[in-house]
């Protein structure tokens, strides 16, 4: 512990702060947490910090949170740029879920790589889903109607037939029996659609033979395969994360995915669009584009870009209110999946048991 002073802001004389340094120890908080998603603050500031003279911080500073849940299992461990001043407020924040009722362990400490020392007031611990419900209240899917649905798969079993050059109903029927002329059609529909259906064209290509797919008579995943794709998707539980975020014909991918899902009707297209939301579940809270981001409007270095308490002004992934479209595009894919999402809660619930609560 050390005396502290604050030589900016409304704190005044004789308080007490702890002093942290690179790789030199942590602070540990021991609390009982139920099941939920945490925000976690760091009260912080560094004395020798001027931000009148430098618009960014004088020293890389990283701050490092470490989890341990009920029976010592780690939770997770992260580490991530901090932003700071010579003033106290949440300098880190930082996100952890916790998956059971127990005791939990976070520790924050700086890592080695920092070049300079944090000195800490306090720290907060908020409940980030303390004031919901914490059931489901969904019933349905709200925002696309079934004759809404049959219409736009009307619409893709034309475009499929188009991209064939087919002239007939008969002669696209006949190409739909040829492997090597359906990997064609793919192909030419993928090059002409607004997004990319990638492999789910090839799967739902040969199904569209006598018409378009009806609603509710959709293709089921393989039950013979679950423990196979469970065991799959834990093992890759990290991979992939990049994808969803790389502009794919100047669409994102996460916003196309409600149309893939819903126009082709594919299993597998939907079983990864439910992959993708329970990853977001997981790692989308605790992105924070006035930490992390690298370009555009500024970055993380700037002491014009830092975090408050009440002003949630800056995005996750992108600055302000164009990060909308990110939150947007979640909520349009879980509500075209979630038909899908009933009928394989279990799967689904094994897959996401890992990591959200």
Aim: charged content about 25%; overall charge neutral.
């Amino acid at each position: 512990m050390v005396e502290d002073t604050p030589r900016v802001g409304p704190e005044a004389g004789g308080g007490k702060a702890a002093l942290l340094k690179p790789a030199g120890g942590c602070l540990a908080w021991r609390i009982r947490l139920s099941p939920s998603v945490y925000k976690f603050f760091v009260i912080a500031r560094v004395p020798e910090a001027d931000p009148a003279k430098n618009p960014s911080p004088e020293w890389p500073i990283f701050g490092r949170m470490r989890v341990t849940g009920p029976g010592g299992k780690v939770v997770g461990d992260w580490a991530m740029p901090i932003n700071y001043l010579n003033s106290y407020y949440d300098t880190a924040r930082m996100f952890s879920p916790a998956h059971t009722e127990g005791e939990y362990v976070i520790e924050f400490s700086l890592t080695a790589e920092s070049q300079g020392n944090l000195t800490v007031d306090r720290l907060e611990l908020r409940d980030e889903l303390g004031n919901t419900f914490k059931r489901g209240f969904k019933t349905g899917r709200y925002l696309t109607t079934d004759a809404e649905l049959a219409q736009m798969r009307r619409n893709f079993r034309a475009a499929c037939l188009a991209a064939s050059g087919a002239e007939t109903e008969a002669e696209f029927r006949a190409l739909l029996n040829e492997p090597a002329k359906v990997k064609a059609i793919a192909a030419a529909l993928n090059a002409k659609s607004a997004w990319r259906y990638g492999a789910a064209a090839e799967r739902v290509l040969p199904r569209l033979a006598d018409g378009p797919l009806l609603p509710g008579a959709e293709p089921q995943l393989d039950p013979e395969g679950r423990a196979a794709r469970v065991a799959g998707f834990r093992q890759a539980w990290g991979a992939g994360y990049e994808t969803w975020n790389t502009p794919e014909r100047g669409q994102w991918p996460v916003k196309g995915m409600p149309e893939i899902c819903l126009e082709t009707g594919d299993p597998e297209a939907a079983l990864a669009g439910a992959q993708m939301l329970i990853r977001a579940a997981d790692w989308y809270p605790a992105l924070d584009w006035s930490a992390q981001i690298r370009e555009g409007l500024g970055n993380c270095l700037s002491r014009h870009i830092r975090f408050t308490f009440t002003a949630g002004r800056f995005g996750k992934i992108q600055y302000s209110g164009w990060e909308i479209g990110y939150p947007d595009g979640f909520a349009r894919l879980y509500d075209a999946l979630f038909p899908f999402i009933l009928q394989n809660a279990d799967e689904l619930a094994e897959m996401a048991r890992v990591r959200v609560p």
